[in-house]
């Protein structure tokens, strides 16, 4: 069962990573279009968090990506990192009104045409995804976790008889 574990982890990893390296990509740019133009501090503060957790986000993915087995016990900072990613995108979904792209949730523009709107959508939806991914490894951990204190000291599952020593 550790192998299954492992793999699912690998996968949700790499997906982190992923994901992350998209919405950087995306509000990189964003922020290189707008450095040099007067435009308002908040706006930039809001990219540069967005930056920020995204960076942060490869860094661990790459480091927990390493095949140790206390990678499953760093299932806090996952839900960390998603709570920051739920907090990025819903930065996201504020900063959208001002841009006159439509509702956040109407996404005709990421189907035919590339332009802002449909760049910062795709920032919107892959900050979402990887909100999702980060919790789901974070319930990973938590699972892997408490099996491997639940095991006995002969290896099996579940409950001691009364009165047996672990010895």
């Known amino acids: 069962m550790p192998v299954i ?4 982890s690998i996968i949700l990893r790499v997906a982190e ?3 992350a390296a998209v919405v950087a990509g ?5 922020l290189h279009q707008f450095s ?4 308002d501090a908040w706006p930039q503060a809001r990219w540069i968090y967005t930056e920020v957790v995204a960076g942060l986000s490869i860094l661990l993915g790459l480091i927990w990506l390493i095949p140790f087995s206390f990678g499953f016990f760093s299932w806090p900072f996952d839900v960390v990192i998603s709570f920051a990613w739920f907090a990025a995108f819903g930065i996201l979904v504020d900063a959208i009104h001002n841009m006159n792209c439509g ?3 109407d996404w005709h523009f990421t189907t035919h045409t590339i ?3 449909g760049r910062w959508k795709a920032a919107e939806a892959f900050s979402f995804l990887s909100a999702i991914v980060w919790l789901v490894s974070a319930l990973v951990g938590i699972w892997f976790t408490f099996r491997v204190r639940g095991a006995n000291a002969d290896g099996s599952y579940g409950r001691r008889r009364f009165g047996r020593s672990a010895v």
């Open 5 to 8: 574990s492992r793999l699912v």
């Open 17 to 19: 990573i992923a994901f």
């Open 26 to 30: 995306i509000i990189g740019d964003f």
């Open 36 to 39: 040099d133009e007067g435009v």
């Open 103 to 105: 509702s956040p949730w």
């Open 115 to 117: 332009n802002s709107c």
